[in-house]
């Protein structure tokens, strides 16, 4: 299966590595409008393609897939483009721009009976496919609540807020993860430096009392990626900047036995052992472009494909929307 | 001075213990409706009255003060019978349940010319006083952002929700450190155990684009009290459950040196030492209340007065009704 | 079971409580040379006699049993004028001076059938109580090391070394984990300040090839408290500092499954699943007056009986002569 | 600067990279003896010559200066080959396998005027480099100690035991950093797996009680890279595993104010601010490799020179001997 890659700019260079690298996919182009990255390239890749025209990559009969690997504005364009030449497409997320634009590609796809992959990278984390199993196989019980902090000083973006820039990590995996559809959003933050959002403060409801909250903020002193999820018979702590023990599973929990009048909740707390079970070390982006070649090969639909990029597009929209109500709730 | 306790349950014996060994105030009563708690008062401190009857210590000419250390919902009835007896009132936080109720005690206060302290404790710690100087100082410069997170396996509260059991300790900071009055709050939650929300989040809008934030849990398999103070200048992180270090300024942040067009932006970050000043050890109750016998003394209003008590109360009251509506703005 | 108590500096007042509190124990006397001391010491025991003579403790015929909570070169004196008077002792660690000294007082309980109990209170706290039983029942396999840091800012003492002041912690647990009795020490150490050494190292040889080593220092910057102990099927890291976590077992460890040639020993490592069970929270102190007390009405001797406080003297004592000859082997 | 590298197993690839890299340096040709090395080597570096034969490199008539990143039973002969063949000489550490070696090579090089710099990366750390000119600026005062802790599941090695693998880095860091040259050492540790100590403790006498300690481990389950550093004035804790505060100077210490009487010592502690300088972040080996280009260029010895080298090697031979006569003290 050979593939294009259009933008070699900060991921794009990983996409290329793992192509390159992957048994059952080649390298065979690369897009880049950046001379210099332009010449990283050409090194890295002697006998590749590098080219500062996408439509030499999209419309190349040679190529089967491409990667979009570009500002979140650009992917509606160039995955149309590659999905019209008969291309499948592995595009960064957040899938697009607008949920009008995610459902256009979706549909386009569909007819050409091409594959879509958004690339939701944490899904193929040891962490987060750990995590997936502990809620599968009941470890956890009824999920409460997910709750993610990721801030640092970050890079400041041009043309999208730090909820566009950050929150989609946390998106795809509640997608993933959580039982249900979300039905609704709430979001605030605060706007000091440009006319972005820095920081901001996200709410999910999901069916069931489950609820989801992130915090994404460009303007913290210390880099912080911790989530908590908890659950009705165990709660986990994910803290991806460990570099050994990134999930701890607590046996801790509150029961409610029974109820005496008004006043007489009775209440037992539980508390237990915790244990931090081994992750597995290898590369996610590499997981997940082995994925990609398997279903192409294969004419299935990844668990990541246009329709979940489209359900992380759409929270993300209504959440720029109620951040502009100042928390107004946002409907799905 | 004369001091009266009613209530001798969680967090009465650090009062009553401070009182007792406080120059310039003496122990006088303990008023307890708990058989077992009334014990182990009369045991501790022999030669004082233990009564399960609170109007004799209200109504007893020899006290000067009283501490209200009950449930929130019992604070209006025992601090306005405290205040139309003649007594000085220290009452625990929330201060009340409404802010009709707060107003009317600050009132009947200020007619009978008596002072009211709110328990504001966290006012009176080390850290608190040091951030205090810090943003005093200007060694933050302008501030961006407030934002606490405060979780743990929390003790369930019949009568109230998490937000207010646990939030009122950052907004009374807030209160104390923030420049300008909170303008808006939004806040989103959820119930997962009986009628009341075990899930918080809490976001205040003040003037000048700062922001406050505020993540309160008693579902949470750890303990968290950190908390995050953007400045222009430098930022800090207050981590309370730190022996030594629970404070941690950096000298870091991000400049816009000039802006060249629609998409250049000139971001550069700085990043510098980070320190960790040394802080006061001293128990904070201690100092709360040794102000507290000062001020009535000396015929002054304490900062965390019946009027802090009531700006608190103010944006519990509106967090709860924004709660209720699924996170819709509710102006102050 | 009266007790008297001699000492009521910064431990005899830990010791007096639990012994006030515990049920089948009375505290009834207490001797204590510092007049501020004795003050305290009568007011949170109002009933009990206070006095400033030991003897008057010592030769009261009331008292049953003796707690000796005095700098360590006092202990002999007190404890033989307390076993003369039939008295069963309680004493703080190290037992004695010298091994002599301890011997002639297991001697001498032995022949008035008197108990003698060393306070080696790290052996009955929950985090050692653990250990002990991860080492019992297998879970670590045979025994490599274990290795102690145990530094921080100390209390410079007048008469005795750091060795002296906090090894005899890890040395009793040593005693009580390993198997095998430790066969001979090497120290080293410095002295910086006044004539006693001020930070040491020491290793001790034990049979089958396990090495123990303690890193104690007055002169430490931060508090540490970290033990290692390594077996053959697992290993484990015992911080004692954290509040909850104290104990992580890790399933790691290296197998050499085969040899082939001199130059290929073939080593596997096993990496798996670490995990923090939970440990028990009660006041060690409680658990070895309580168990002292059950000693002396069955009239059984503690396994924390002088022969555990003389085998803990002796590797002090030959510690002290290895340190004075720079590292010198002395055998046990 | 052409440079010849033999070794391309586990460090090798970095110093082949660097030389690569580096303005004033060239790559010329890299010799190994494993053919899958090689093939990563010759396509890593498609226009250097790779070659079995560590001859072909030392003989080349093109080659400046080779680098020896080889296992230390080698280093002599391949070193001093390529010094008798007019070389410059880039070895990695351990210098030799001992002291008359050292020597040999030391005198060879001086006799050719010809450089040697022996591989002590660590030095060219920013860390290192921090604590380097705190020490020599005064801040930490008069050193008191240093004592490291370097433990972790380890790679056996099948020639050399622990304290030869790991103690280097500390010896060569030491030899940089503490006053005066050291006196005598003491080493003690075990076998558990193989013929070689796998866990060791080395104590290293320095002139006016200066003291030095390192805890080296092949079988510890956690990974620590610790290092206290006492200081009349300041103390420091380096713990290199930290991502952004690898330095925390502390304004704590002992003062001893005055001495009344035998038992009177007066003793009183400073506790005042934490500061975690900004560290230099450049990679330490591109410093050193740049260091040592200039060095050649200017005919200028080293600091990190074989005479260094010689230095660290004589303190590992002396611990080997103290190690095997279990502690006993082997003088420099």
Redesign the interface.
Known sequence: MNFGVIGYGYWGPNVARNLANLDGSQLSAIAEMSPAARARAQKAYPGVLVTPNACEVIQSPDIDAVAVITPVWTHYDLAKAALENGKHVFVEKPFTSTTQQAEELIELAARKNLRIMVDHTFLFTGAVRKIHQLVEDGTLGNL??Y?S?R?N?GL?Q??INVLWDLAPHDLSIMDHLLPGRPE?V?A???????GHED?A?M?V?FPD???A?I?V??????KVRTT?I?GEK????WNDLEA??KI?I?D?G?D?TSREG????L?S?R????????IEQVEALRHEMSYFVDCVTNGRDPHNDGLAGLRVVKMLEAASE?LK?????VYL
Not at 234 to 237: F, N, Y
Request: net charge neutral; glycine share 6%.
């Open positions: 409460f609540y709750d902090t801030v000083l400041f041009h043309d609704a709430v605030t933050g605060q706007r000091h430096l440009n920081i403060f709410t409801y009392r489950v609820i909250h915090n903020n460009w303007l913290s002193p210390v908590l908890g165990r709660m986990l702590v050994d023990e701890k607590y801790k509150v409610i008004v006043y007489e909740l209440v707390y508390s237990g052992d915790m244990w931090a079970p081994q109620s109500k100042r928390g107004e709730l």
